[in-house]
């Protein structure tokens, strides 16, 4: 299943079954809606899992590797987001593992963004020795010297849609798919209910002589 | 294999069903808080330092002092001889020496006369020195009023408050401190732990985690409480158990023949 082929499946539900190229909803229109819609699911499925497992499936995981680059007006080591994850979760859950890409068993510590300063001075502030980042919108800051700049970090995150591109194969379950599916349909259909402007105004305005 | 804070709070985020450090940092600080109040409440750390003196023959006390269990010199390389308490030693660098050192001035009557020869009289500030008891180029064999409470080895005081201790005439310049630390203040982050501590620091970063929640109902709280108190008082019943090698000591000294009359 790739993004493309549920915006299509949902395509053809709204447009009765049949591809239509005057359709007024495009499987173009549909992809952005597909992609917020795979998040709001997975998050309310991870929501409603919470009693037994804050554990996400592995198969909404997604694993980017980048590299760490240097901000000189902070002094501090940063990476950029490859892409949004599922957010407005506790403890920004979404990013759920980084560390060196080759030393995944080191995970690092995610602090917070006023974690510096809360920590300064407190015995544990060390953190058993790990490395420490925030995110500040689509950088996540380092607690790594200087001279990490250039190393690889491996980043996995939940429900990372948005930098797929539409034919990547996705790895959703079945159960999921079709509550994505609904999901769309949903906002689709409160559209195709309000009334519709149908009238062809080029055709108005040719019948009344009015200049174009 | 050596158990530290981050192990057991690893063991606690997957026991709760966590496989993701995201609630790392709550929980790390939680346990944290947990392994604090075990060190003061059950297992504060006994340690060993060497001190080393300086020239006012005062000392910096070992990181994450609580309090001494054993002040002495060692003597011979193997020997610790305890040292007494003298309450009216001065913290150091309180004192403004002629030449206008920081300093105190701790030796008292130790003047004149060989200190190779006489290395265990020179030992107590309260002695009468050899050069006392010398008459006409002859030592006279005594030293009358020696003794009479003072301690030969020397002497001590501990200044929490400035991190110090001052010594008054110890018997050798080297110093062993035994003393509880506590364990919490080691820098370096990487606090390890004793394998009774493992499970109340779980329970400790659970109650620690929830305890300040509103949202989390009162009766959770309290089971959460309990388990913290009941792993607490476990844990202090196992560091208080003697051992197998106590029990065969005492069996032996038991049935050690008396001696014949």
Known sequence: MTKYRLAEQCALIINGGMPQPDAPVQVQDLLLAVSQAMATVIKATYLQNLQETRAIDGSLIYTYKVALEKDCDRNKVFFTMPSTYLGSLPHEIGVYNVAFLKHEDNFWVNIGNSGLGMLAGLQFSAMGGRAQFWIESNRAYTSLPISSEGETVLIKLVAAYDGLPMDTPLNIPADIEAMIIQQVLAIYREQQDRPQDTTDDNQKLANTGAAK | ?261
């Open chain 2, 1 to 261: 294999m050596t158990h530290t804070l981050d192990t057991a709070v690893r063991e606690y985020l997957l026991q709760s069903g966590d496989d993701s450090p995201a609630r790392y940092q709550s929980a790390y600080t939680a346990g944290f808080a947990a392994f604090r109040e075990l060190g003061f409440d059950v297992s504060g750390v006994p340690q060993v330092h060497i001190l080393e003196l300086s020239d006012t023959d005062s000392a910096l006390l070992p990181d994450g002092y609580i309090r001494w269990t054993r002040v002495g010199a060692l003597i011979g390389g193997n020997k610790i001889v305890d040292l007494g308490i003298n309450n009216n030693l001065l913290p150091p660098g309180t004192v403004v020496n002629n030449c206008g050192n920081n300093t105190i001035a701790t030796q008292t009557s130790a003047v004149g006369g060989n200190n190779a020869f006489w290395p265990y009289f020179y030992g107590g500030g309260s002695y009468d020195s050899p050069a006392d008891n010398w008459r006409n180029g002859e030592f006279m064999g005594r030293l009358f009023g020696a003794g009479g409470g003072t301690n030969a080895n020397g002497y001590f005081k501990v200044f929490p408050e400035n991190g110090t201790i001052q010594f008054e005439n110890p018997r050798s310049r080297e110093i062993i401190m035994e003393c509880l630390v506590d364990a919490a203040a080691d820098a370096s982050g990487n606090f390890v732990i004793h394998p009774f501590l493992i499970e109340p620091i779980k329970a400790g970063a659970h109650w620690n985690m929830i305890k300040f929640n509103k949202y989390v109902s009162g009766s959770e709280k309290a089971s959460a409480e309990g388990l913290w108190l009941k792993a607490k008082r476990h844990a202090k019943s196992q560091f208080l158990a003697p051992n197998i090698d106590t029990f065969y000591q005492f069996i032996r000294a038991a049935n050690s023949p008396s001696p014949k009359m």
